[in-house]
């Protein structure tokens, strides 16, 4: 089986959220960068269309994700964890809020990683 692309890692990551709430993502655009604008250290940015009725503009960087895990695992969980802060914000999420967002789906994935090991071991 072939390794996902960065953009098939953003894709599972989409696809992850809850039905209840792609359905309300409405005119936003998700986009990869390679690497976040100069001077900045980000994994990815919100940033609102608003006030000229642009959509709204989700950047995942893949430059910053690829340096900071060692293998496919750690980084298809930093994608979801980014992508899932990202739309946190879209929906209205503070940083605070987003930030917490992030440690319930991490520690979620723990659970599930954990109980596929113990189940796997049977």
């Given at each position: ?29 998700i ?26 503009r ?40 987003a ?6 789906i991490?520690?979620?994935?723990s ?12």
């Amino acid at each position: 089986m072939p390794l996902p692309t960065f953009a098939g890692l953003v894709e599972e990551a989409l696809d992850q959220i809850p039905a209840e709430f792609r359905r309300r993502m409405t005119n936003v655009a998700i986009v990869i960068e390679p690497e976040p604008p100069r001077g900045l250290d980000l994994l990815g940015l919100h940033e609102t269309g608003l006030p000229h009725g642009l959509p709204d503009r989700i950047t995942i960087y893949e430059g910053p994700h690829r340096r900071s895990t060692r293998s496919l695992t750690a980084l298809r969980q930093l994608v979801a964890e980014t992508v899932f802060h990202e739309v946190g914000h879209y929906f209205g999420l503070n940083e605070r809020e987003a930030q917490r967002l992030e440690r319930r789906i991490a520690a979620n994935r723990s659970e599930f990683v954990r109980r596929r090991r113990r189940a796997q071991r049977q």
